[in-house]
Structures are given as structure tokens and as C-alpha cells.
């Protein structure tokens, strides 16, 4: 297979959209689904004579951005103005940064699906405002600005992935990190986290970089993978037939599953950025740094390394238990009220979220409520039920989201601790096999499992298993 | 003296229509203001890129409060046309 | 009572006296502009019914006047300012029929501490220009000689203040647009420090540039007015977090004060002109004063300077006017490219499309070095030479324009010549630095002659307090015969 003999190598570019009150650079509302142009003002409509002013929490979020993905923070950066027109543009220009970006040089340590870890590099992350939105109708374009002006920054990558894989975990771990640290809410349906990836391909062993295509806007991590993976292919292929890549943007069709042409590499653009009169440069001092550092939030790796040692969990366990903000907030729910954090990690990786991906659901949408896994993981520490009949309760819970305790009076599911009661059953069991017994007799001790299992199931799977053992074995040595 | 091309790539880039009469026009005045500006040349200058002109003390930050616009008809109110509730441009071509 | 000639100070201290009341007094300016404007074309929007309103709200508060330090002053505010129900048209017709949704932070503090718009004044289009010929809705008249114009671009508010139809006015100064009016009119006028006054609300030109300041006939009218408009504004992230001094308090201070002069400025200049200003170096010598000379080797490359600067934020300040969200649209675009850029090229004039075609290109991929950012370099360089000559002195001084008021078309022809008319009031603007036109003469024919007092930044209360000084010396300026009526 030809594939083998190139590799890709891919860059990401993430928009994300700061989650502030307002707006970048006016006080209008950052808020998404308002009716249109109604959370707009003469500053993000582009009015004659209305000015940017800062908005610092913006500024905040950016800086823990660039804490959270090891970046170098500049003291003074400088906001710019890349001009061109477009009607979702009102000014004429947006207000971004260029020349001097506020951070650069960071990295973001990803896992593969083969255990390793891979460190991808971040080129900068700079701000900048996000332009409006057109819809364009057989009749004309219609222009709704009241997302013109929202706070973004943009994380550009070094070209270091080389494969659909490794862009995609790239893509999780960034997500994960800015939401976790409250930075951006990462829907990426509404478009608050956007991505652009730039991809060529070229021979192993060679150090030239082939000819880039850009993949525009692509709103989910399942397409980026896809869209990736399609576009290596496409370009080997392309390339093993003798034709030329030609630079060019292309988007991701996930009804074909296939990118398509956007648009040829039109004449270059020429934005004439320079640096934004409006504004002075952005300054960052030691003290504000200090700040935003003391009141970042806890990030993944952190709370990865903290699940470790208070839990006692693998590094495995730990890392998937991170993966999301919510899906560790959902485990810690489990772990306080259960007191059990090596069951809770067992319930919540081995039987919610399998359940959950097969019904294609999130944390958020689990059936199965924290406090309601950890009455249930109560009732197995209890003694109330077994495992095996918790399983079963499990099941019912997930269907219906009823707790278990209703489930197990329902079902009369209640574990059978009462030494009389399972006497009976024991002693029935050994009447009923007396073969088994003649050989358990004659030094066939192994056969005491045999007798348990028959025991439990004369209970249907409700004995207490601890007392049921001891039961069987003082029964059978008598 | 700047070519007629470079008039029209100019006046392009700054989206600007030119008569006829006006490109011969900007032609000559471009080029003779380009000429005096030339002068630049002669001023031994560093290599600073990034000259400050506001004021030491000016505070570029606001706090983070939402707080509508309360002239939204006055907003509205200028835009040459209007369509449930957007801007409208009449039906165009793309332009990339 | 006839009204048109007073200042600020004679219009309080009768409203103190209760001799009249602000809307005998509004009455009076709107009978002058409909009466003598005809021949000016200096305002380009009233709104008689709307003004005396505003009016008789105050008759009602006679006895806040002594809280409210602009009570009952009527006031001229050029098209380029936002005033919330007003047109801001900037001089423009991109911006013709555009009616502002908001107001400007400079109008609003002088509207709420009394002083009533009796209307919005012609400019230069987007205040591009020294002569207000460049005006989308006519050329304004110079009121000392109706064949002459009344500089730019702020030569409405100029205008306006020196015939008597309106008691102060604002103006925007980006290159010397208030004082060379101002000089060219016979009125004192001020481009404050960048920084000083708010920006939000005008219609940007060259944004690190531009500055709004008065026009008046007296210095402390100037002052007056500062004092309520200037300080913070959260809403211009240029504006400086500095105090406003009380000016008109400041401005009986006994100081004297040493004068840099830069002899090869005076090169070229009208011999009049020229005659007038040592005049002006004796004054402040009889005062006590001293006269230096100074040395601003870099200023001469100023008109190249900021004719790089300017047009090049000018080209962005302006990308805006589109036809898409606001302001003229073409009837005619067959896409939304050629919406643009005939919505652009119809609805903007000659001058302006200049110099967004000089400031695309001195921006354009490869030029970029070349031009904007050497001409920022040189730009330091023209401030470094102020602050050079600021530890010898206390103002530069100079005249405000090399000639007086000229003909009406004299400079249409060549843009270079036009604007060598800014060439004493360019660097101040590149400078950052404060710059007050003071009359100081007539020439033989009759029209006004100016000089500028250069300081350092913030020192707005040392140019108040000289310019205050010399005004004693000089006695009271003469104002042109329509301005009473005639004419």
C-alpha cells in the first residue's frame, strides 16, 4: 500500500470563544441565540466614532489559556487591525493580533491510543474579535452582527501531528483543557470552538513540507479525524497518480464523507494589518499575572495526578476519569457520597460509560444520577446486595433512571443475610446431590464451589456470598 | 510615476470605483505626493517598530458587565435595508 | 438686545444679573444664522424648535446657573461629532441623511453642564483639508471676506464663532484642522493633548492624531470649556486617567515664561504674517518673558510624515462607509464587491479617496517598512526633538499658518501646496503635544493672523495662562463687521 510511504503532517488552528458577560471590545451581551442584531451597539455595528475599550476578563481567560498550555506570557503585545471587507465585518477590519501576539511557544502533552504520549507544540495564541454572520437567501444576504465583536483567541499548532489520530487527540485535550479551566464552554455546534486544519503530506524521511490544504471549519472531532484521514488519502493518491496538490481550502461533506473544494488559492490576501491606533499595547504586568495564576481552576493533568493518589487509581482509570470537566465532576459526585473511590471509578468506567457511548450519550445526559450510582455502590458495601444482583439493579436504574433502592423492593432484590434462611437452601442443595457430596466427602474439596453455586442459585443470586460460603462449607464438613 | 495598473490595483484594494478622469487624476497625485514623501529616505531612524502614542496612564480595560444598547431603533434606523431583522445586501455574488 | 457678539463670561455674568435669559439669548444666535448664514455655509443642520426647547428648560433653572459653569452658552458642534437625533455627516455625502443613534462623550459633558447646540457646522469632508472646500454641501466663507475661505477642516466652527451664531464651537484637530482656522478666522483655538479629551463619538480620521477642541474669541472661553469637556472617559481606551485643572482659575497665575523659537521654520512665511509674530516675541518680552532659539531638525519632515500616518489609518478608519449597515448606498451594484466600491467611489469625495488610496498603498503588502512604520520612526523622532527643546523652554512659538485667509479655489489645483498651510500645525499633532492659536494681528488686507504657543503634554493650563497674559497686552481682538450685523 502506498500510504505507507508518506506521512502527513498536520498543523490545527482553534478559534474559542471567551466565556465573558460581553463582548471584546463594547458592553453588548455574549450571549448566543438572541433574536438577530439585538445584542449589538454603535461599537460592534461599526458606527462613526465608536471606540474599542478592552474588556479585562477576556484578557484573563486568554492568560489562563496560555498558563494552561505551558505558553510563554509577553508582558506588552499589541493589538492590530487586518483589513478587508465582507458585510459580516462591520468596521471594515477586525480587531486581532499580528506582529506581537500576547503568547507563544507552548505544547499540549497528548495520549495515543497505543499507551504513548506525544507533546505537540503551540505556535501562539493570540486575541481577537469574531465577525458577524451572513445567511445568504435567494433574495440577498442578510447580515446579523451580534456575534461581531465576541472575545476569541486563536491557538495556532506547530505542524507536529502526523496523522488523524493524534490530530484529533490534540483536538480532545485542548477542549478538555479550556473548558476545564472555565475558558470556553467548547460547543462546538454553536461554533464556540472552531477549527481549521492545515495538512500535506510527503515522503518519509524527507524534510521538505509538502503543499498545504486547509480544511475549513470542521465542527466535530469525529469529522476532523474523518476529514483528515480522507484528505491524507485523497493527497497520496493524488500524488501516486502523478498530479500535482494544489493549494487550495476544502471543507469536510459529512453526508459523502469527503472534502471538497471551497475555493482555489484565490490572490493573496492583503489585510495591511498595523497596529490598532484605538488601543495602546496590551499590558500584562507581574501582579495581574500573579492573579490569574492564583485563580486558575484546576486542569485536567491536575486533577488526573489528584484522582491518582486520593483514589488510588491507575493511570489509566485517572486519565479517562478527566477526560471531561464533567465526567470528572460526575465521578467526584460519586466518590463523596459513596466513600468508595475504587468502586466509583469501577461503576462509572466499566458499566455508565459503556452504557453511555452505546446509547451515544454524554455525562450531562446520564439517566443515572452521582448520588444515585452511589446508593447503589452503599448498598453493595452494605451487604444489602451482591454485585452480581447490583449489576442486575444497574440495568434497571439506566433504563428507567429510578433508584436502586426502588428497584430492589420492587424486585425483591434484597440480599439474603439471614443465616436460617440460607441454612435451608444449603441443606437442600445437599440433599439433592448426594454424588457430589459422597466425593466432596472422599477429598474433593474443590466441589465447595460447585455446592455455592448451586446454593446461590436455590436463592436466586440473592445470598450474602460471604455468609452463604461459610454456610456451605460448615454444612458439608458436619 | 505610478503606472495606470498600479492606480487600479490600489483603487481595487481599497474598494473604490474610479472614472476615467479620476484615474488619471490619482495617477498624477499619487505620484507627486509619493515623490515629496521620499524624503523619509534621508532620516537616520532605529529599528523601533512600534511607536506609542497614547498617554502613559490611559486604562484600555473595562470591567466585564453586560449592558445593552438602549438606541437600538436609532442602530437599526440608518441601515439602507432591513430584513426580519438584518441587514440586507441584494442578492450578489460570492466573493471569496 | 442683540446677541451674537458676547462670550462666555459676559453672557454668565448677565444670566447672573438675570438681564436675560437663555432663550432670549438662543433666539438671538438662531435670528443670526438664519439671517447671516446664507452667505457662510456654515451650518449644515438647525433645529430651531428642538433648540429653544432645550432653551426654556433652562429659563426654568435660573438659579443653578452659578452650578452649571456652560448655563445657557450657545454652541456650534461640527458634523463630525455623534449628538444622539443630530446628522453627522462629517462633510460627507457616504454620510449624508445618517442620523447619529448615540452621542459623543466631549458633547454630552458640555450638554449636561449647560451650553445648548444651536447646531451642526460644515467641515472639510471626513475632515480632510485646510481650506473647508473639500465639503460634500459647499464651501464655507471666510466672515472677514466672503471670497476667502475660513481654513479647515474645521471651518464651519470657525465661521460660526467669529460672525456670531454661535458663542464657542467644537472642532476636531488631526494636523492643525482647529487652529489653523481658528487663526484664519481671528479666534483662539486649542488642539488639546492626545489624551486629553475624548475621542468617542467623533468621526475618526487618523486616529492617533485626532484631538476635539474649542474655538472661542477669548482664552477664557477656551479654558471654560476645557475644564467641563476634558478628563477620563471610559470609553476611549486613549484617554488619560490625568485630573482637569480648573483652567479659568489658573489663569491670573503671574508667571513668565521662556519661548523657543525654531528660526528655520520662518523661512517662507507671509512677510506680514512674519512681522506680526516678532511682534508678538516683543510682547512676551516686555512681560518678562525670554526668547530662545531652538533647534526641531526632524519637524521638516513632518508634512511627509504625517502624510503617511494619516491616510494610512485614514484608508481603515474609512473602509467602514460601504453602503452595507449605514449611509449611502449605490442604486446600482451588481454584486456585493461592486456594492462596495460604488457605494465608495459615488459617495466619496476627491480629496478623501487621495489619501485612502495613499494610505492603502503606504500599508499594502512590501510597502509597509517603507512607508507607515519608517514614518512612525521619524514620528518619534519629530517627538524626540520637542522634548529636546522643552529643557530649554517653555513653549515652542510660532505662527499658526504661513499665510493669512486665501482666495477661495487658490490651492484646489495642487493638494502639495494646500497642505503646506498645516506645515506649523503638523507637528504638534505628530507630537501628542498641546497647541493653542492666539489672534495677534490683521494684515493690510484686513484678515486675522494667529500664533501658536507649542507645550508640553498636559500643560494646557500654561498655554491658557500665557495666551491669557499677552491677551491683556494685546487688547481686545476685533471682530469682522457681519459679525455686528453688517456686512
Same mark, same amino acid.
Given at each position: ?41 454603535? /461599537? ?8 474599542? @475599550?478592552?474588556?479585562?476578563?477576556? =484578557? ?27 458585510? +459580516? ?32 507544540? /503551540? ?36 505542524? +507536529? ?7 484529533? %487527540? ?12 472555565? /475558558? ?14 492545515? =495538512? ?45 496538490? #494544489?493549494? %487550495? ?52 493533568? %491536575? ?13 489509566? +482509570?485517572?486519565? @479517562? ?13 460519586? @466518590? ?13 468506567? *466499566? ?11 454524554? #455525562? ?43 428497584? =430492589? ?5 434484597? %440480599? ?16 439433592? *446431590? ?45 | ?96 | ?152 477642516? !474645521? ?108 528660526? !528655520? ?74 456594492? $462596495? ?77 494646500? $497642505? ?68
Amino acid at each position: 500500500m502506498s500510504l505507507e510511504k508518506y506521512e502527513a503532517v498536520i498543523g490545527l488552528e482553534v478559534h474559542a470563544q471567551l466565556m465573558t458577560a460581553s463582548k471584546m471590545f463594547c458592553r453588548c451581551p455574549n450571549q448566543y441565540g438572541a433574536s438577530p442584531n439585538t445584542n449589538v451597539c454603535p /461599537i460592534c455595528t461599526g458606527q462613526p466614532g465608536s471606540l474599542p @475599550v478592552i474588556n479585562k476578563k477576556a =484578557i484573563e481567560l486568554g492568560v489562563r489559556a496560555a498558563i494552561a498550555l505551558q505558553c510563554e506570557i509577553h508582558s506588552e503585545s499589541v493589538f492590530a487591525r487586518k483589513n478587508y471587507f465582507y458585510p +459580516d465585518l462591520p468596521k471594515g477590519y477586525q480587531i486581532s493580533q499580528y506582529e506581537r501576539p500576547y503568547s507563544t511557544h507552548g505544547n499540549i502533552v497528548v495520549r495515543l491510543k497505543n499507551g504513548d504520549e506525544k507533546r505537540i507544540g /503551540i505556535t501562539r495564541i493570540h486575541f481577537e474579535e469574531d465577525a458577524g454572520k451572513s445567511n445568504h437567501e435567494s433574495y440577498g444576504t442578510l447580515v446579523n452582527l451580534n456575534r461581531a465583536g465576541v472575545p476569541l483567541i486563536e491557538i495556532v499548532s506547530e505542524p +507536529d501531528m502526523r496523522n488523524a489520530h493524534e490530530a484529533g %487527540q490534540y483536538l480532545r485535550a485542548l477542549h478538555s483543557i479550556l473548558r476545564y479551566a472555565d /475558558i470556553c464552554d467548547g460547543n462546538m455546534e454553536e461554533g464556540n470552538f472552531r477549527c481549521d486544519a492545515n =495538512i500535506s503530506v510527503r515522503l518519509r524521511g524527507t524534510e521538505k513540507f509538502g503543499t498545504k490544504v486547509e480544511l475549513k471549519n470542521i465542527n466535530s472531532f469525529k469529522f476532523v479525524e474523518k476529514a483528515i484521514e480522507y484528505e491524507i488519502q485523497r493527497q497520496v493518491f493524488a500524488i501516486e497518480n502523478g498530479e500535482k496538490i #494544489i493549494q %487550495q481550502t476544502r471543507s469536510w461533506n459529512s453526508g459523502k464523507n469527503v472534502t471538497e473544494v471551497m475555493r482555489e488559492k484565490e490572490e493573496a490576501h492583503d489585510y495591511r494589518y498595523f497596529p490598532e491606533p484605538d488601543l495602546p499595547k496590551l499590558t500584562i504586568s507581574v501582579e495581574w499575572l500573579g492573579q490569574i495564576r492564583n485563580e486558575m481552576p484546576e486542569l485536567p493533568s %491536575q486533577a488526573s495526578e489528584r484522582f491518582k493518589k486520593a483514589f488510588e487509581l491507575s493511570d489509566y +482509570d485517572a486519565a @479517562v476519569l478527566t477526560s471531561s470537566k464533567e465526567l470528572a465532576h460526575y465521578f467526584e459526585s460519586v @466518590v463523596s457520597h459513596s466513600k468508595n473511590g475504587k468502586a466509583s471509578a469501577n461503576w462509572v468506567m *466499566n458499566e455508565l460509560l459503556g452504557r453511555l457511548n452505546a446509547a451515544s450519550k454524554e #455525562i450531562e445526559a446520564s439517566p443515572v444520577s452521582a448520588t444515585q450510582i452511589a446508593e447503589l455502590i452503599k448498598k453493595i458495601d452494605s451487604g444489602e446486595i451482591s454485585g452480581k444482583i447490583a449489576k442486575t439493579v444497574f440495568e434497571e436504574m439506566f433504563a428507567t433512571s429510578k433508584d436502586a433502592s426502588v428497584i =430492589i423492593k420492587d424486585k425483591g432484590f434484597v %440480599q439474603i443475610s439471614d443465616p436460617a434462611a440460607l441454612e435451608n437452601a444449603v441443606r437442600k442443595v445437599i440433599e439433592n *446431590n448426594p454424588s457430589q457430596l459422597a466425593e466432596y466427602k472422599a477429598g474433593k474439596v474443590k466441589l465447595l464451589g460447585f455446592f455455592v453455586g448451586q446454593a446461590m442459585k436455590e436463592t436466586q443470586g440473592q445470598a450474602n456470598p460471604a455468609l452463604l460460603n461459610e454456610l456451605v462449607k460448615k454444612l458439608l464438613d458436619t | 510615476m505610478l503606472t495606470r495598473e498600479e492606480v487600479l490595483k490600489i483603487a481595487k484594494l481599497a474598494r473604490l470605483t474610479l472614472t476615467e478622469d479620476e484615474i488619471v487624476f490619482y495617477q498624477k497625485q499619487l505620484t507627486r505626493v509619493l515623490g515629496h514623501i521620499e524624503d523619509l529616505n534621508q532620516v537616520q531612524t532605529s529599528k523601533e517598530a512600534f511607536v506609542q502614542h497614547v498617554p502613559s496612564d490611559a486604562i484600555p480595560f473595562r470591567e466585564d458587565r453586560a449592558q445593552p444598547f438602549p438606541n437600538h431603533e436609532g442602530l437599526m434606523g440608518n441601515a439602507p435595508a432591513v430584513e426580519n431583522g438584518c441587514f440586507l445586501l441584494p442578492t450578489i455574488v460570492e466573493h471569496s | 438686545m442683540e446677541f451674537g457678539t458676547q462670550t462666555i463670561q459676559e453672557l454668565l455674568e448677565g444670566y447672573q444679573a438675570k438681564q436675560f435669559k437663555p432663550s432670549e439669548v438662543i433666539e438671538g444666535y438662531l435670528k443670526n444664522i438664519s439671517e447671516r448664514d446664507e452667505k457662510l455655509n456654515s451650518f449644515l443642520q438647525v433645529r430651531p424648535e428642538e433648540t429653544l426647547a432645550n432653551a426654556k428648560k433652562l429659563d426654568g433653572r435660573m438659579n443653578e446657573v452659578n452650578q452649571l459653569p456652560l448655563f445657557g452658552i450657545p454652541i456650534a458642534i461640527k458634523d463630525n461629532f455623534l449628538v444622539e437625533g443630530w446628522q453627522a455627516t462629517a462633510g460627507s455625502k457616504v454620510l449624508s441623511g445618517y442620523v447619529s443613534p448615540y452621542t459623543a462623550t466631549s458633547v454630552q459633558r458640555l450638554e449636561s453642564m449647560g451650553a445648548v447646540i444651536v447646531g451642526k457646522v460644515n467641515c472639510d469632508e471626513f475632515a480632510m483639508g485646510s481650506s473647508n472646500e473639500n465639503s460634500a454641501f459647499g464651501a464655507v466663507r471666510n466672515p472677514w471676506d466672503l471670497e476667502r475661505v475660513p481654513g479647515g477642516s !474645521s471651518g464651519g466652527s470657525s465661521a460660526a464663532v467669529a460672525a456670531g451664531l454661535a458663542t464657542v464651537s467644537l472642532g476636531t484637530d488631526t494636523g492643525g484642522s482647529i487652529r489653523q482656522p481658528a487663526s484664519l478666522c481671528g479666534l483662539v483655538g486649542l488642539k488639546p493633548t492626545y489624551g486629553r479629551v475624548s475621542r468617542y463619538g467623533i468621526v475618526a480620521y487618523a486616529s492617533s492624531l485626532d484631538q476635539v477642541g474649542p474655538f472661542s474669541k477669548t482664552v477664557w472661553d477656551s479654558a471654560r470649556v476645557m475644564e467641563v469637556m476634558a478628563g477620563f472617559d471610559d470609553r476611549d481606551a486613549t484617554s488619560s486617567k490625568r485630573s482637569v485643572p480648573k483652567y479659568t482659575e489658573e489663569l491670573s497665575s503671574k508667571r513668565t515664561f521662556t519661548l523657543g523659537v525654531s528660526r !528655520s521654520w520662518l523661512e517662507g512665511v507671509d512677510p506680514e504674517v512674519g512681522k506680526s509674530f516678532e511682534a508678538v516675541l516683543e510682547a512676551f518680552k516686555k512681560m518678562g518673558g525670554k526668547v530662545i532659539d531652538i533647534d526641531l531638525p526632524h519637524t521638516r519632515y513632518s508634512l511627509s510624515t504625517y502624510y503617511l500616518i494619516a491616510p494610512s489609518e485614514a484608508s481603515s478608519n474609512l473602509a467602514r462607509y460601504d453602503g452595507v449597515h449605514y449611509g449611502y448606498r449605490t442604486p446600482s451594484a451588481k454584486s456585493s464587491e461592486d456594492l $462596495y466600491s460604488r457605494s465608495r467611489g459615488e459617495g466619496i469625495g476627491r480629496e478623501v479617496k487621495l489619501r485612502i488610496m495613499l494610505g492603502t498603498y503606504a500599508l499594502s503588502a512590501g510597502y509597509y517598512d517603507a512607508f507607515y512604520l519608517k514614518a512612525n520612526q521619524v514620528r518619534r523622532k519629530i517627538q524626540e526633538d520637542f522634548e529636546k527643546a522643552f529643557t530649554q523652554c517653555d513653549f515652542v512659538v510660532s505662527p499658526t499658518s504661513p499665510s493669512t485667509a486665501f482666495k477661495l479655489g487658490e490651492k484646489t489645483d495642487d493638494p502639495l501646496k494646500m $497642505y503646506l498651510s498645516d506645515i506649523f500645525t503638523l507637528p504638534v499633532n505628530l507630537a501628542g503635544l498641546p497647541g493653542l492659536s492666539v489672534p495677534c494681528g490683521l494684515d493690510s488686507k484686513n484678515l486675522p493672523i494667529g500664533f501658536q504657543l507649542i507645550g508640553k503634554p498636559f500643560c494646557e493650563s500654561d498655554l491658557f495662562t500665557a495666551a491669557y497674559q499677552y491677551e491683556k497686552v494685546r487688547g481686545e481682538f476685533p471682530l469682522p463687521s457681519i459679525a455686528k450685523g453688517k456686512g
